[in-house]
């Protein structure tokens, strides 16, 4: 880890004696969508298609680079090579995306790019063993069309609408369940997602997205969000006493998350929500969600039987982000918690390792996970989960940058497991162009199941460093 911090420092250094050239070659806007200015970031790139701007198209560029130190899970190979601990690099998102608006009535938005590339994962077919992380292929993650049904803005009168109302269709985010399942990746509170917000991650969508139509809007200070959508497909075949994930039958899904505003407003003209303001807008939400879908698992509780489940997931959660004491101190609080109830059938549990770099050593003869190899943990299941996140941005010490502690909490309490898992994470953000360019450091904590009696047997850790660039 020392070399990483190591590297971080020069990366710091470096964009704090580039800030003032970058602040003379790109307008700060004075106030953006998320509040009043901040007197360290940048403006969006915008191009105006007509005098008014009202007609534009908009560009968006964000990177977030990993450094990791991971404690393996028991009995792990890296590359073939037994590893209790792993340090590597990746790609854990880059994205670009463009959102045109033609009028005031019809959009279009698309967004590309990788996700989770290292240095021995994510890379794109045909690369063989000779580079298994090399050259990933480019997905979308968005592209769909929108129609204002009624617009935010008054066409005649220019002036904010108290309501409004859109529809659109295409591969789309506009999900149900909760607040953080339509989380902005580039405005994150913790240094990355806990992912089980997102309750079908690449098995029936696409990185949390699918094609279907959705209906978003807002009456007074109550702002929805209802999708019907056509879930990719899964056909996972399981073995005898066991649930998968398997949709062949080809049901539709549905969803929808609803909130109440209790201060201001937030801009939803995308689905993202931020995950911090930094206290430049004054909120305090509650909302619940749900999605559901017929006949998307498949058991077979003895041999040659088959039978199916249907999955419904519900979601409740409140969100408080405010300035706090004097406003010389720039003191702000980010506060956010969540309720979750998955139901897919019966002891369904699903693991994940982010950009995971293990497998399984051969050689090994002690005692391993039930989860897995690497940083594989339970990520979701049948059950409840409940989950919790805090930040406090430090008093203001200097014009160029801002310091957020933060903490999150996560309880998982699944039918299929003997004992309640506990999930910590504790870290800090550093922002140098508010949360355009920011460092974020995180160590998160998991704990290990055996197999036999699937109750805790131990823990391991997880070390992250972050760079993120968003315009």
């Not at 949709?247 to 899904?253: A, Y």
């Not at 922002?431 to 047997?457: C, G, M």
């Amino acid at each position: 880890m020392r070399n990483y911090f190591l590297l971080t420092t020069f990366i710091l250094s470096g964009a704090l004696s580039a800030q003032d050239s970058i602040e003379k070659k790109i307008k700060v806007e004075e106030k953006t969508n998320e509040g009043p200015k901040f007197k360290n970031s940048l403006g969006e790139i915008k191009l105006n298609l007509d005098e008014s701007g009202s007609k534009n198209i908009k560009f968006g560029l964000s990177s977030q680079v990993w450094l990791r130190s991971i404690e393996n899970n028991p009995g792990t190979s890296v590359n073939d090579v037994p590893q209790k601990n792993t340090y590597d690099a990746g790609l854990r998102r880059m994205r670009f995306s463009v959102s045109a608006q033609l009028s005031n009535y019809y959009s279009i938005v698309v967004q590309f790019g990788i996700n989770n590339q290292s240095f021995i994962s994510g890379g794109g077919t045909g690369t063989g063993a000779n580079g298994q992380g090399k050259k990933p292929q480019i997905f979308f993650m968005d592209a769909y069309n929108e129609l204002a049904i009624i617009p935010r803005k008054n066409e005649i009168t220019k002036k904010d609408n108290k309501n409004h109302l859109y529809i659109g269709a295409g591969l789309h985010g506009w999900s149900g369940v909760s607040r953080m399942t339509n989380a902005s990746t580039t405005k994150l509170l913790t240094a990355d997602l806990p992912v089980f917000n997102f309750p079908n991650i690449e098995v029936s969508d696409q990185f949390s997205r699918q094609f279907g139509v959705f209906v978003h809007g807002e009456v007074n200070k109550f702002n929805y969000r209802v999708a019907v959508n056509k879930p990719f497909a899964t056909n996972n075949k399981p073995d005898v006493g066991k649930i998968v994930d398997n949709n062949k039958s080809g049901k539709l899904s549905y969803a929808a998350y609803g909130m109440y505003q209790f201060f201001e407003k937030e801009n939803t003209t995308t689905s993202f929500f931020a995950g911090t303001y930094l206290g430049s807008k004054k909120v305090f939400n509650i909302g619940a969600g749900f999605y559901s879908t017929n006949e998307a698992t498949l058991a077979q509780p003895e041999k040659d039987v088959y039978k199916s489940y249907n999955e419904f997931i519900f979601g409740a959660d409140a969100f408080l982000d405010m300035p706090i004491g004097p406003k010389n101190k720039e003191m702000a609080i980010s506060f956010y918690s969540v309720f979750y109830r998955y139901n897919f059938g019966p002891n369904y549990l699903r693991t994940t390792g982010i950009m995971n770099p293990g497998t399984a050593d051969a050689s090994y003869i002690g005692q391993t996970a039930l989860e897995g190899f690497g940083n594989s943990k339970f990520l979701l299941g049948t059950g409840k989960i409940w989950y919790t996140q805090a930040g406090f941005v430090l008093p203001k010490f200097s014009d160029k940058i801002k310091i957020q502690p933060f903490a999150s909490y996560s309880l998982k309490d699944f039918e299929a497991l003997n004992q309640v898992g506990n999930y910590y994470d504790i870290g800090a953000n550093l922002f140098i162009l508010s949360q355009n360019a920011k460092i974020a450091y995180q160590y998160s904590s998991r704990p290990l199941y055996t197999k036999d009696t699937k109750e805790v047997f131990t823990r391991r850790g997880e070390h992250l460093l972050t760079l993120q660039i968003a315009l």
